[in-house]
């Protein structure tokens, strides 16, 4: 059919090619079809110029292009999908970050950072950072309390940060936060909890201890009140994480590290719903009912304590 024929009256000119593109032939990869799907996507990004981003397109592609045909996914399924993620990224702001959750759920947080951190057994084991460490910690003296709401069983958080060596990191940076009595972050209760309430940064002492006030962590659900709580709630799992206080330590020299330490009495160690338990990282919470010591501390007699070494290995 010409174009004169369908009412335009105009001079067609022939369209001349870039320099050595031609669109008229059947690319090498070929035309798309079901069984080659895959192939034929991901020759599209054969261009691309950085290796790394072509290597990661490309394997995406295959798997992804796998599990649609594994699932043989209909197309109310994949406007669903679409829907999903829509919702997933419209409930995002300042304080709530719905994909981390999405990401921590699926177990693909806890993966990245494993494979990312392989202690080979001789430093801190990581844990997934989490979604709420959204401000940043306060600075403090050690021994000061963070918790500042007054709620809970009192704890004295202890220990030492040393290198694979044993040498003790003096001056070492060591930012933690925690969940109050009630399961709640700071940041998830503002006009409830007093703002930076159980967060605290400390610096090691010379001898690479530290310490101070708290009181033990609590269980707690993940916010599951939107897409990916909706996602849980589809598949019959629990929301919950086992009472734990969130590290990140770093020091010059050494390779930071982000990780947790688990209360041993805490439920659900065995069905963390972001799968971040490490068995390295579980530590008892007893009671110390020491009135001397208490005093010493600074805390109501009996308390709780919890110690916490840890080890990082050098940069790089
Ligand atoms: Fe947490």
């Known amino acids: 059919m010409s174009l004169s024929s369908q009412g335009i009256d105009a001079e067609v000119k022939p369209v001349s090619e870039p320099t050595g593109l031609d669109h008229s032939t059947v690319p090498a990869a070929g035309l798309f079809s079901e069984e080659r799907s895959a192939d034929v996507v991901a020759a599209s990004f054969a261009g691309t110029p950085s290796p790394r981003l072509r290597q990661i397109m490309s394997s995406l592609v295959t798997h992804l292009h796998a599990f649609v045909k594994d699932v043989e996914l209909t197309e109310e399924e994949w406007a669903e999908a679409i829907a999903f993620l829509t919702a997933t990224g419209q409930k995002c702001d300042d304080v709530r970050q719905e994909f981390i959750l999405l990401s921590d759920i699926l177990g693909v947080s806890m993966l990245v950072e494993t494979i990312n951190h392989r202690s080979g057994g001789t430093s801190t084991e990581s844990t997934v950072l989490g979604p709420f460490h959204v401000v940043e910690s306060p600075a403090r003296d ?13 704890c004295l958080v202890s220990g030492r940060v040393t290198g694979t ?5 003096a001056g070492a940076l060591i930012d933690v936060w925690q969940a109050n009595d009630d399961g709640f972050y700071d940041v998830q209760q503002p006009g409830i909890q007093p703002e930076q309430n159980l967060r605290g940064l400390f610096r090691a002492a010379d001898d690479g201890r530290y310490w101070f006030r708290s009181v033990v962590p609590r269980y707690y659900p993940i ?23 969130h590290f990140i330590v770093q020091a010059d020299g050494y390779a930071p590290v982000t990780t947790h330490v688990f209360c041993d009495d805490s439920p659900y160690l065995d069905s963390d719903a972001v799968f971040g338990v490490k068995e390295s990282l579980i530590r008892p919470v007893p009671v110390v009912d020491d009135p001397e010591a208490a005093r010493r501390w600074r805390m109501p007699n009996p308390f709780r304590t919890l110690e916490f070494d840890i080890c990082l290995r050098p940069a790089g």
């Open 142 to 154: 050690l021994g000061d309390d963070i918790a500042l709401d007054g709620k809970g069983q009192p």
């Open 165 to 169: 060596d044993g040498e003790p990191i």
């Open 223 to 245: 916010p599951d009140d939107g897409p990916a709580g909706r996602l849980l709630q589809a598949t019959g799992r629990h929301p919950y994480r086992p009472a734990h206080l």
